[in-house]
Every structure is written in C-alpha cells, then in structure tokens.
C-alpha cells in the first residue's frame, strides 16, 4: 500500500523559512513532487524532482526561493522554501508520479497535506 506522509507545515511570518517533508512508502517512484492550493483557488503546481535529483522543475512564483530535494535512502522528498509571502499560504501536498511532470493528472499519488500560513 503507497502512503505519502507531509510534515513540516505551520505559521511563519513574512521574510521566514520552513521545510516541509514528504516521506513515501510502499514503493519508490521516478519523481515526486509538491503542489499546492490557497483558499478558493484550484491546485497549483510548485516544484518536483526526479528519484536521481539529477533534474528539478520550479513554477516561476516559487524559483529562487524554494528549493526541492531528496533522499532516496529515506523515499523522503523535502521542500525547503525561503523569503516566503502572504501569497504563498496554502495547503502543500507531496506526490508520486513516474515522469517528470507538472500536472496534477499525471500524479497517481497524493498525501493527505500540510498547512502553510504566512503572515504579513
């Protein structure tokens, strides 16, 4: 059974930093990735990173303040995410793919999510 388990989420202030994690178990996968939704808006993607950490792919609002990576020893992926705004709260949630893709559909996986709320 495929289980995707996020921690890491909570309240920070504008300027902050906080590291979600996405443990997997039940297999490993080619990529795996994290998304997210804010109020009344549709899920989005953020960042994901194929099972080599050889190639990532960032959303454009995210680059250059987040930063995924992982450890295959651990089926962990983490997303470490700096300099964050108001606009970045949102329910993130880590999941499982085998391509490098950045659209929910091809993701057959999901966690159950995490909360991140900035303050200004």
């Known amino acids: 059974q495929v289980q995707l388990v996020e921690s890491g989420g909570g309240l920070v202030q504008a300027g902050g930093s906080l590291r979600l994690s996405c443990a997997a178990s039940?297999?490993?996968?080619?990529?795996m990735g994290w998304f997210r939704q804010a109020p009344g808006k549709e899920r989005e993607f953020v960042a994901v990173i194929t099972s080599s950490g050889g190639r990532t792919l960032y959303s454009d609002s995210v680059k250059g303040r987040f930063t995924i990576s992982r450890d295959n020893a651990k089926n962990t992926v983490y997303l470490q995410m700096n300099a964050l705004k108001p606009e970045d709260t949102a329910v993130y949630y880590c999941?499982?793919?085998?391509?490098?893709?950045?659209?929910?559909?091809?993701?057959?996986?999901w966690g159950q999510g995490t909360q991140v709320t900035v303050s200004s």
């Open positions: 039940g297999r490993t996968f080619y990529a």
């Open positions: 999941a499982a793919t085998d391509g490098l893709y950045y659209t929910l559909d091809k993701y057959d996986y």
